[in-house]
């Protein structure tokens, strides 16, 4: 049974001994969660396409109701301030015609899904693909000194099956998250593993991956959860020194111990040994522990 207190230990030992490679990796995956992995609302067009439709009604109503100087200063001469401050801008609504207004909200939204397409062909094709070798890297700095190229493996092994599994994972994590976001952070939990697998196992099909997670975190997800909450001191001690604790200790160090519970949970629930999971029985053993394993093999034992 694993404990947070031996996690912990074994990875703050064992980043020091790849300390800069590993400051690299962990700065990296610092990157892609701040830039908003996985984190795409699809609900934000929803709210973008509403308030470019208010917008170019505002437009057109100011459009028609639009006073000059003369009619405002009237308003005020008569005490009607109400009115006068309220009225709209006669030098910017009268000069702007319906038609040129919903021609400018049509070029926002245009270019906006432009920018929101690019964002997920760049989260789907690069960023997944990179999250894979950055776990790859700190699972293999556990029993030897990873090496910087492991950062490219989700690119150089089984690519459009990464891709594939990975792009599930975040769909399945947002259509939750929908859900009043309690289901999406339990799920999110329940596929923690996925990342950690296809770093091992490049070619496990989809079913696999996340049958396997979802078994591995099997009574996990609250002890992994509090794992993560025992880093608080570490991001806010991040947050007041402008990110300079996490870059240089704090972020490799958690990254490390994501690695360390996957390598505990491996041994702790020996998800690959026969009958364990549903579906097809993978009969594998670690590539750690047996670098010359290459592929992963779903067939029956």
């Known amino acids: 049974m694993w404990t947070r207190k031996d996690l912990k230990a074994r990875a703050k030992s064992l980043f020091r001994m790849n300390y800069w490679k590993a400051v690299l990796a962990?700065?990296?995956?610092?990157?892609?969660?701040?830039?908003?992995?996985?984190?795409?609302?699809?609900?934000?067009?929803?709210?973008?396409?509403?308030?470019?439709?208010?917008?170019?009604?505002?437009?057109?109503?100011?459009?028609?109701?639009?006073?000059?100087?003369?009619?405002?200063?009237?308003?005020?001469?008569?005490?009607?301030?109400?009115?006068?401050?309220?009225?709209?801008?006669?030098?910017?609504?009268?000069?702007?015609?319906?038609?040129?207004?919903?021609?400018?909200?049509?070029?926002?939204?245009?270019?906006?899904?432009?920018?929101?397409?690019?964002?997920?062909?760049?989260?789907?094709?690069?960023?997944?693909?990179?999250?894979?070798?950055?776990?790859?890297?700190?699972?293999?700095?556990?029993?030897?000194?990873?090496?910087?190229?492991?950062?490219?493996?989700?690119?150089?092994?089984?690519?459009?099956?990464?891709?594939?599994?990975?792009?599930?994972?975040?769909?399945?994590?947002?259509?939750?998250?929908?859900?009043?976001?309690?289901?999406?952070?339990?799920?999110?939990?329940?596929?923690?593993?996925?990342?950690?697998?296809?770093?091992?196992?490049p070619d496990m099909p989809k079913e696999d991956a996340f049958a396997i997670s979802k078994y591995m975190m099997s009574g996990n997800k609250w002890k992994t959860f509090v794992l993560d909450l025992s880093f608080i001191l570490w991001i806010l001690g991040s947050v007041f020194t402008l990110g300079l604790l996490g870059l240089f200790y704090g972020d490799p160090y958690m990254a490390q111990t994501g690695a360390a519970l996957y390598d505990a949970l491996k041994a702790e629930k020996h998800p690959f040994a026969p009958q364990q999971i549903p579906g097809p029985q993978p009969g594998i053993t670690s590539e750690i522990d047996k670098p010359e394993q290459q592929d992963y093999n779903t067939d029956q034992q």
């Open 26 to 201: 962990a700065l990296l995956l610092t990157l892609l969660a701040g830039g908003g992995s996985s984190g795409f609302s699809g609900g934000s067009l929803s709210a973008l396409s509403s308030g470019i439709s208010s917008g170019t009604s505002s437009l057109s109503y100011n459009y028609h109701n639009s006073l000059d100087a003369d009619d405002i200063s009237e308003m005020i001469e008569s005490g009607n301030f109400y009115d006068a401050f309220n009225a709209p801008d006669p030098y910017t609504s009268r000069h702007i015609p319906p038609v040129a207004g919903l021609m400018l909200a049509g070029m926002i939204t245009v270019i906006l899904l432009i920018i929101i397409a690019i964002a997920i062909a760049v989260d789907i094709l690069l960023i997944n693909p990179l999250e894979v070798g950055i776990r790859r890297f700190f699972t293999r700095n556990l029993y030897e000194k990873a090496q910087v190229r492991e950062l490219a493996f989700g690119f150089d092994h089984s690519y459009k099956n990464v891709i594939h599994v990975m792009f599930f994972r975040d769909l399945y994590t947002f259509l939750w998250s929908l859900l009043f976001i309690i289901p999406g952070i339990v799920k999110a939990y329940e596929y923690r593993m996925i990342p950690y697998l296809l770093a091992e196992y």
